[in-house]
């Protein structure tokens, strides 16, 4: 039972660029997330999932898109890197809750830098 | 706007002593509170959390405090050792039923440090 897992966990991007973030969770989660971590910032939620084939916008969407086409992984895309998405990002998994939170399980981070 | 500020940012403390890390909302609707631990290279991960029906849960030396009239809860680490060591962040979201989503909405986050 690995958990999250997310891919890759270090990347360095030249401006412009685009990319993929892969995030896989084996726990059978409904809901998934994308957040960014910044220094003195905390986290910060770009994009949300409560489901396969949907998709929310967080805190911080802009610049990035998201898919979730199948239950158990959910894609983050930068389409044209900016260095301001220089970051650390997480994602994190849990399970539908009978209307009360569960915990919410992190993988150990992409850290990704925009040249 | 930040609706759950954390304090303080970073803290030092001894071996065996109490480290004390507070968090203050501002959306009354709020009404779930977690805390995350957060080790350097790892994912955070739950720690203790707290619903606004009692004001005070403690599994082991860890213990959060709840005032609901003052927004305010707290993280206690009683007899706090170095591999306590780590990031903290508080956070808060609303419960809901079927269908609703639980976002969490997080605090900046505290850097703990404990000397042996």
């Known amino acids: 039972n690995a958990g999250v897992t997310q891919t890759p966990k270090f990347r360095v991007l030249k401006t412009g660029q685009s990319m993929t973030l892969l995030c896989a969770q084996d726990?059978?989660?409904?809901?998934m997330y994308w957040y960014r971590q910044d220094p003195g910032m905390g986290l910060r939620l770009i994009h949300y999932?409560?489901?396969?084939?949907?998709?929310a916008k967080g805190e911080v969407p802009d610049g990035y898109n998201v898919s979730r086409l199948k239950k158990q992984n959910f894609l983050l895309g930068l389409e044209s890197a900016a260095p301001s998405q220089t970051s650390v990002y997480f994602c994190?998994?849990?399970?539908?809750?009978?209307?009360?939170?569960?915990?919410?399980?992190f993988g150990d981070g992409t850290r990704l830098s925009i040249l | 706007q930040q609706q759950v500020k954390q304090s303080p940012q970073s803290l030092i403390v001894q071996k065996g002593g109490i480290s004390i890390i507070n968090c203050a909302y501002e959306?009354?609707?709020?009404?779930?509170f977690p805390w995350y631990q957060q080790f350097p290279g790892k994912g955070p991960a739950l720690l203790i959390a707290?619903?606004?029906?009692?004001s005070e849960k403690k599994e082991g030396r860890f213990t959060i405090s709840f005032n609901k009239s003052a927004k305010q809860f707290s993280l206690h680490i009683m007899d706090s050792q170095p591999g306590d060591s780590a990031t903290y962040f508080c956070?808060?979201?609303?419960?809901?039923?079927?269908?609703?989503?639980?976002?969490?909405?997080f605090g900046k986050g505290t850097l703990l440090t404990v000397n042996p």
């Open positions: 707290i619903r606004p029906d009692v």
């Open positions: 959306n009354t609707a709020f009404d779930y």
């Open positions: 999932s409560v489901g396969e084939g949907t998709t």
């Open positions: 956070a808060a979201s609303i419960e809901g039923s079927g269908g609703s989503n639980y976002k969490l909405t």
């Open positions: 726990m059978n989660h409904e809901y």
């Open positions: 994190a998994s849990h399970k539908l809750g009978q209307g009360a939170n569960q915990p919410q399980h």
